[in-house]
């Protein structure tokens, strides 16, 4: 069953090269091709292409699909090459001549387009909301922990005293600008491409308004060629915005990872969540978090596989656009997950007392104690030769009394302001 079949026979093995997995991965865009269809057939029934007998027929049997994917029944079988065939054959099985009528007006091009918009709509918003999520989590963990000290690293040496509040609520922000991301990305996928057709419109007097209010986007997209031009273009845009999510999320993983160690030891959790060795009685391992790191940075990688797909396609539709769907969707059921895990997990972060007197961490107030000189009166660079030398000589010795004041430092965290920013989405 194809919607552009004519009559004539496919080679199998070419039939099984270009259908893919479009049978398994069609499912999750199962409930937005019947949505988009409902409206479509309301908007034929509106300009009487079909009779409100008809649309009463189509309404009654979509819903009764919507059921079916509720209860876990529908099925797409092999002999359907996509969901699309596979509704236009239950609705026609159910009904007659009407399943077929309401093709009228679309092409495939269109039908997959809208149905991908609304997956991509609904699934950035959830990924929003779980970001959202997440962010709550770690500025309440900043609250709880805003004195407790850690010690700051760069080049991972030691450097400067943090706090666990400014470690938390450090990734809480930079979350925020990930959902500016996520924001764009929502902006560009609300526009309904619906009457685009095969790229260049229809002769039919189909009303493109109606489905984009019955459908719920915030616009059209008005051109008919820039509405199938803007497939590739929304996934190059939404990967930035899973990329950057996911960006964010695998640093703080591999933050961690580094924290549980036993070099470290800043962090722990409770057995249940850690694995261990085969081998070794003594390992507990970090598996949640160096998966989601793994997983965080193949997402990553799909900004550059959608770009070198779609980078020199010229315009009208083109069936390399079939490939990005499957990594796409597969992205968004994966980041879902990790969202949902990371912060479950987080919440049972064990937060360690950190010795600061020990010899390693000797060096990590040099700079407060610099910054004391200067305040009574030497010069910058006379304070620095003062303390280095010191240091080099092995006669420093810290003063840990100094306190950070100014906005975002450990003494400072301007929590309320961070999360004034969520109030912008």
């Not at 990930?178 to 560009?188: P, Q, S």
């Not at 459908?215 to 950057?244: C, D, H, P, W």
Request: some cysteine; proline content about 2%; aromatic content about 10%.
């Amino acid at each position: 069953m194809k919607l552009w079949d004519k009559g004539l026979s496919i080679d199998k093995k070419i039939e099984h090269f270009t259908v893919g997995n479009d049978r398994e991965i069609d499912i999750h865009i199962a409930p937005y091709d019947l949505q988009a269809s409902l409206a479509h057939a309301k908007m034929l029934a509106s300009i009487g292409i079909i009779t409100s007998e008809e649309l009463a027929q189509v309404t009654t049997g979509i819903h009764t699909l919507e059921q079916q994917l509720t209860d876990d029944t529908f099925v797409i079988d092999a002999q359907f090459e996509d969901v699309h065939s596979k509704i236009e054959f239950e609705l026609t099985n159910m009904y007659g001549e009407v399943g077929k009528k309401i093709h009228t007006a679309r092409s495939r091009n269109d039908q997959v387009l809208v149905a991908l918009q609304l997956y991509y709509k609904d699934n950035l918003q959830l990924i929003s909301d779980k970001t959202k999520t997440l962010f709550n989590t770690l500025l309440e963990l900043a609250e709880q922990y805003k004195t407790k000290l850690l010690p700051g690293y760069t080049h991972l040496q030691v450097a400067m005293p943090s706090s666990f509040g400014l470690w938390f609520s450090a990734y809480a922000e930079l979350l925020i600008d990930d959902l500016y991301m996520v924001d764009a990305a929502l902006k560009t996928v609300d526009q309904n491409p619906l009457g685009s057709a095969a790229g260049y419109g229809s002769s039919f007097p189909i009303d493109r308004e109606f489905t984009t209010k019955e459908l719920g986007f915030e616009t059209l997209k008005y051109n008919v060629i820039a509405a199938q031009m803007s497939r590739g273009k929304s996934e190059r845009t939404l990967t930035m915005a899973l990329g950057s999510v996911s960006n964010t999320l695998a640093r703080f993983a591999m933050d961690i990872c580094l924290y549980m160690s036993q070099n470290f030891d800043f962090i722990s959790f409770p057995d249940e969540l850690t694995t261990g060795s085969s081998i070794m009685p003594h390992k507990k391992n970090p598996d949640v978090f160096e998966l989601i790191r793994g997983k965080c940075n193949k997402i990553q990688a799909l900004y550059t596989e959608t770009l070198l797909i779609t980078n020199n396609l010229p315009s009208g539709y083109h069936r390399d656009y079939q490939l990005l769907k499957e990594n796409i969707i597969n992205a968004f059921e994966e980041l879902k997950d990790v969202l949902d895990i990371f912060d479950y997990a987080i919440q049972q972060v064990i937060v360690k007392d950190i010795n600061l007197q020990d010899e390693k961490y000797k060096y990590l107030f040099t700079v407060d104690n610099m910054n004391t000189l200067v305040e009574n009166g030497m010069s910058f660079r006379e304070a620095y030769q003062k303390i280095g030398g010191e240091v080099n000589k092995g006669t420093y010795t810290p003063d840990t009394s100094k306190k950070h004041t100014h906005i975002g430092s450990i003494d400072n965290l301007c929590l309320d302001k961070i999360r004034e920013k969520l109030n912008l989405f």
